[in-house]
């Protein structure tokens, strides 16, 4: 069975729908992710993260890790999981990533059916 893990925080309004969509995916174990570095104790050779990605309208699948903006790191605040996933790869961990991202606001369950077809 597939894992899809999970990113966002249920207390912000614009980063907790990949969360509350996550609980109507079907077909896959879900683990929710406190922290980018949970992702180095995956095992599969491919890891499908879930995440909310800024002013977009519907689910994107996002592969390309050169196209994800992160920003200029001032704190350990900042330290976003596009930044975690640039650092892995210069690290030399070389396992195949895909990110589906979803919009920050829509139909949670509409949403899980779309995402649930990009797994």
Known sequence: MKKIYVF??????????????????????VVHCRSPDELLEAEEDEIL?????????KPIIIDDF????????????????????KLMKEMGINKKIKIIGIPSKGDIKGIAKEVEACI
């Open 8 to 29: 966002g925080n249920e207390y912000l309004e614009e980063d907790k729908l990949a969360k509350e969509v996550s609980r109507h995916i079907e077909g896959c174990k």
């Open 49 to 57: 993260i879930l995440d909310v990605v800024k002013d977009i309208k």
């Open 66 to 85: 050169s196209k994800i903006k992160t920003r200029n790191m001032l704190s350990l605040h900042d330290f976003d999981l596009g930044y975690f996933l």
